[in-house]
C-alpha cells in the first residue's frame, strides 16, 4: 500500500535529494534526507529526523492559512523520508527574469500575500528563496522546502525570514532585487496591515544592522 | 626611473590584528610575505592599540618583505592595500603606508578588497578557477560564488563571525593567544581530545547561519564546570562547522559548481577541511583549501588582487584612497573574471 515505484533523481540537494516517482498511479516526489558523512551521527540523526517530523506539519499550517503547499501523502520518520504532491510548474526563480516589469511586481506583490498570510498563522518558512516557490500551470504560487521552519509569531523570526528573503533576491535576481523586494513587502503589508507589518519591517531593519560591514551599521 | 623587468607590487595589510606586506609579481609569484601579528595582553583586538602596533611593526615588516624578495624599492612597479572591509585604525595605517610608499616612489596606487584578497590568493595557490568560497576567519564568515561581474553572498552569518566565535570561546576557557599559535589552534588540539558530543544550539536559517547563541549556550556549559573542556571544544567545533558546512554546500547544490575553495584564517582547522571536502566529493568537486601561510591574513594577497586589478584597468588615486570599513565583497566590480 505504501510502495512507492519507479524513482528518479531530480534534484540532489544539499538538505535533501528529490525524486520524482508514482504511488498509486499518481506522480509524487520523494524528498529523502540521507545521512551527511561529515557531521557526527547523533546530530545527523536529530537534524533529519527533526526536519522531517517538522516539515510536513508546517505544510499543513501553512496550507490552512491559505498558502498552496503540496499534500503531504507520507511520512516514514525512520528513513527520514516524505513523500508527497508533484507541483507541476515552473519555478519562481525561473520565471521571474523572463516576465514583464509589470507581472514581476505582480508576482512579488503575491509572494509577499503568501508570506503575510503565513506570518499572521505563526509558521516561519525559514528557506525564503525564488527556488522555493512554484508557479503551478493553474497559476498558483505554491511555497515547498520548509524543512528550516518553525512555528514562531515572534517579530524576530518573521524579520529574518522576510531578510532572507531579501538577500535570496540579492545574490539570484540583482538586476531587479530591490523593486522585487519593495512588492514583496507591499503585498506582506496588504495582510497584515500597515501597522503590524510596520513592526515587522524596523526589526528587518534592526536585523541589517546586525550583519558584518553593511552600510545600515553606520545608522547604529 | 628605470624599473625592473619583472614588474612587482608589494601589497599592504592591516584591516585587523595583522601588519603584512607581500610582493607578488605580474605573473602571480609570490616573492616575500612578511607579517607581524599584534597579541593583545588580555581580550580580544583594541583598534587603537593594534594600529598602534602595525605604525610601530611598519619599517620592520617592509624591510623584511623587500630583503625577502630581493627587491629594492625603486624595482616595484605598483602598491596595492586593504581598502576594507576591517577595523578603522588598523585600516588608516596600513594605508597611510601605502599612499606614503606610492607617493614617494612615484607609482601607481590600488586600493582592494580584503574579502576579494583571501578568495583570489586561494585561486592563484590551488589553481581553482570558479569555485563556491567558504571564507571563514575571525572577522568574516561566508559563502560566496562569482556571478556576473562580482562575487556574490550566497550565505553568511547574521551575528558573529565563525574565527570570532571560536576565539570568545578559547579566550573564555582561559586558553592563551601566543606568537604562532592562534587561539583557534590551541581549541583545535583540545577539541581532538573530545569524546562525548554535547547538544548545543545548531542554527541554520535559509543559507545564513547564526552562531551567537551556540557561543553563549557553550560558555554557559563551561562556567558551570560540569563538562570536560575537551569535550566543550569537540562540541562547538562540530556544530558550528557542520553549520558553516551544510550552508556551503547548500549554495554548492543551488550553483551547480565544480570546485570548493576553504580560505581564511579558520581555513586552517583540519576537521573544518575534512568536512568541506566530504560535500566537495558528494557533489563530484574539487576540495581546495588555501595553504596555510595565505589562511590568515597576509600581504602577499593583497599585492597579488592589487596585480589583477591594476592589470583590468583599476587604480585608485591617493584622494580616493580613503579607507572602507563596511566594503562588503558583493559591492566590489571584478573585470578579470570574465
Known amino acids: ?220 | 626611473m628605470k624599473k625592473s623587468d619583472v614588474l612587482c607590487c608589494l601589497g599592504v595589510e592591516s584591516t585587523a590584528d595583522d601588519f603584512g606586506v607581500g610582493i607578488a609579481t605580474f605573473k602571480g609569484e609570490i616573492l616575500a610575505n612578511a607579517s607581524s601579528g599584534y597579541v593583545p595582553e588580555e581580550g580580544g583586538i583594541h583598534p587603537r592599540e593594534a594600529a598602534r602596533h602595525h605604525a610601530e611593526a611598519a619599517d620592520k615588516v617592509l624591510g623584511e618583505a623587500l630583503s625577502k624578495a630581493g627587491t629594492k624599492p625603486t624595482d616595484l612597479a605598483l602598491i596595492a592595500f586593504a581598502q576594507g572591509p576591517g577595523l578603522g585604525p588598523c585600516l588608516r595605517t596600513g594605508a597611510t603606508v601605502a599612499r606614503a610608499l606610492a607617493s614617494y616612489l612615484d607609482v601607481p596606487l590600488v586600493g582592494v578588497n580584503h574579502s576579494v584578497a583571501h578568495i583570489e590568493i586561494g585561486k592563484l595557490e590551488t589553481g581553482a578557477v570558479d569555485p563556491v568560497t567558504l571564507y571563514v576567519s575571525g572577522g568574516n564568515t561566508l559563502v560566496s560564488a562569482f556571478d556576473s561581474g562580482r562575487y556574490r553572498v550566497f550565505g553568511e552569518t547574521l551575528d558573529i563571525a565563525l574565527g570570532n566565535c571560536l576565539d570568545v570561546f578559547a579566550r573564555t576557557a582561559g586558553l592563551k593567544q601566543k606568537r604562532g599559535m592562534p587561539l583557534g589552534a590551541a581549541l583545535e588540539q583540545l577539541a581532538a581530545n573530545g569524546e562525548k558530543l554535547i547538544s548545543l544550539p545548531y542554527v541554520v536559517k535559509g543559507m545564513d547561519i547564526s552562531l551567537s547563541g551556540l557561543l553563549t549556550a557553550a560558555t554557559t556549559l563551561l562556567r558551570k564546570g560540569e563538562c570536560r573542556l575537551e569535550d566543550l571544544c569537540y562540541s562547538l567545533q562540530e556544530h558550528a562547522f557542520s553549520m558553516v558546512t551544510e550552508v556551503t554546500e547548500r549554495a554548492l547544490a543551488h550553483t551547480e559548481k565544480k570546485e570548493v575553495l576553504l580560505t581564511g584564517g579558520v581555513a586552517a582547522n583540519r576537521r573544518l577541511q575534512e568536512m568541506l571536502s566530504s560535500i566537495a566529493e558528494e557533489h563530484d568537486a574539487k576540495f581546495n583549501v588555501v595553504p596555510r601561510q595565505f589562511a590568515t591574513d597576509n600581504g602577499a594577497m593583497i599585492a597579488w588582487t592589487g596585480v589583477l586589478a591594476y592589470t583590468h584597468g583599476l587604480v585608485t588615486p591617493v584622494e580616493e584612497s580613503f579607507v572602507k570599513l563596511r566594503w562588503r565583497l558583493e559591492k566590489v566590480d571584478v573585470p578579470w573574471i570574465k
Open chain 1, 1 to 220: 500500500m505504501d510502495k512507492v515505484d519507479s524513482q528518479k533523481l531530480l534534484k540532489k540537494g544539499a538538505e535533501a535529494s528529490l525524486f520524482l516517482a508514482s504511488w498509486h498511479g499518481r506522480r509524487v516526489i520523494v524528498k529523502a534526507r540521507f545521512p551527511k558523512k561529515y557531521r557526527p551521527a547523533e546530530l545527523d540523526a536529530k537534524i533529519r529526523s527533526y526536519r522531517t517530523a517538522h516539515e510536513p506539519q508546517l505544510m499543513h499550517e501553512a496550507k490552512l492559512a491559505g498558502v498552496p503547499t503540496p499534500t503531504i501523502f507520507l511520512v516514514d520518520m525512520k528513513n527520514a523520508v516524505i513523500t508527497m504532491e508533484f507541483v507541476e510548474g515552473k519555478q519562481v526563480k525561473q520565471v521571474l527574469p523572463h516576465v514583464s516589469k509589470k507581472a514581476q511586481q505582480e508576482l512579488c506583490g503575491r509572494i509577499g500575500v503568501l508570506i503575510g498570510k503565513m506570518h499572521r498563522r505563526g509558521v516561519i518558512h525559514g528557506d525564503l528563496t525564488t527556488s522555493n516557490m512554484i508557479l503551478s500551470g493553474e497559476g498558483k504560487i505554491f511555497l515547498v522546502d520548509f524543512g528550516l521552519g518553525e512555528k514562531n509569531s515572534e517579530l524576530e523570526a518573521r524579520g529574518v525570514d522576510l531578510h532572507l528573503m531579501k538577500r535570496a533576491l540579492q545574490s539570484t535576481h540583482y538586476q531587479f532585487a530591490e523593486e522585487c523586494f519593495r512588492n514583496v513587502l507591499r503585498g506582506y503589508s496588504e495582510v497584515l496591515g500597515g501597522e503590524d507589518a510596520g513592526k515587522v519591517f524596523e526589526k528587518i531593519r534592526e536585523i541589517e544592522r546586525r550583519g558584518r560591514y553593511v552600510d545600515e551599521r553606520k545608522q547604529a
